[in-house]
């Protein structure tokens, strides 16, 4: 099977633009996940959604949204682009909705914000 | 599940030693504790995980430890070798309807 993908890889942006990443799961997985990681901050949760449905939410201002369509590919969108949002992007899938299972994590989207 | 202390953040060995990553949960619901290594500028991919109905799990030189009376869990990595040289992060994913949580992560360095 193939792995998770994420699209785009790199992505520079300037302050106050908006910006759409991309998330395609391992085939037949229906969990998705979104983290942010710096170097400070380690692995954040942004969002986690299952079926279309988002099921958590991490400590994150409203800039920061995603979806999820019917065939389990995700996206997330950010808004009004701080410099802080400077980050690399994960998105992870898993096989259920039961989060006893492992996180196939995707190569993540660096983004830069100038 | 929204609180796991990893410790250390960083930790140094020397190549043929050994090296122990503890990590502290919160959640008595836990039932799995999963390990991850980032290697630099690659993804995160488990390595080793255990479930609550055993106390030890073993993979040639890694092993995970789970105390769940004291709430913690612990990766063992034996006669490093310079390729452990990693990121390394445990999680706590049973958290009922709160996110799942990674630990900050333990730096991993093993000297030659």
């Known amino acids: 099977k193939a792995g998770v993908t994420q699209t785009p890889r790199y992505l520079i942006k300037t302050r106050g633009q908006q910006v759409t990443l991309s998330c395609s799961p391992i085939?037949?997985?229906?969990?998705v996940s979104w983290y942010q990681q710096t170097p400070g901050q380690g692995l954040q949760f942004l969002f986690e959604?299952?079926?279309?449905?988002?099921?958590n939410k991490g400590n994150f201002p409203g800039r920061f949204s995603g979806r999820q369509f019917s065939n389990s590919r995700s996206e997330m969108n950010v808004s009004t682009l701080e410099l802080g949002d400077s980050a690399l992007y994960l998105c992870?899938?898993?096989?259920?909705?039961?989060?006893?299972?492992?996180?196939?994590f995707g190569p993540g989207t660096r983004l830069t914000v100038t | 599940g929204e609180n796991v202390e990893q410790h250390p953040s960083t930790l140094s060995v020397q190549e043929g030693d050994s090296a122990v990553i503890k990590c502290t949960y919160s959640?008595?619901?836990?039932?799995?504790f999963p390990w991850y290594k980032q290697e630099l500028g690659k993804r995160p991919q488990l390595i080793i995980d255990?479930?609550?109905?055993?106390g030890e799990k073993k993979d040639q030189r890694i092993a995970v430890t789970l105390n769940k009376t004291a709430k913690h869990f612990s990766l063992h990595i034996t006669e490093t070798q310079p390729e452990d040289s990693a990121v390394y992060f445990c999680?706590?994913?049973?958290?009922?309807?709160?996110?799942?949580?990674f630990g900050k992560g333990t730096r991993l360095s093993v000297i030659a």
């Open positions: 999680a706590d994913p049973y958290s009922g309807n709160t996110p799942l949580v």
């Open positions: 085939s037949g997985h229906r969990s």
């Open positions: 255990i479930r609550s109905n055993v």
């Open positions: 959604y299952f079926s279309e449905t988002q099921r």
């Open positions: 992870a899938s898993s096989l259920a909705n039961d989060r006893a299972y492992e996180q196939y």
């Open positions: 959640d008595s619901a836990s039932n799995y």
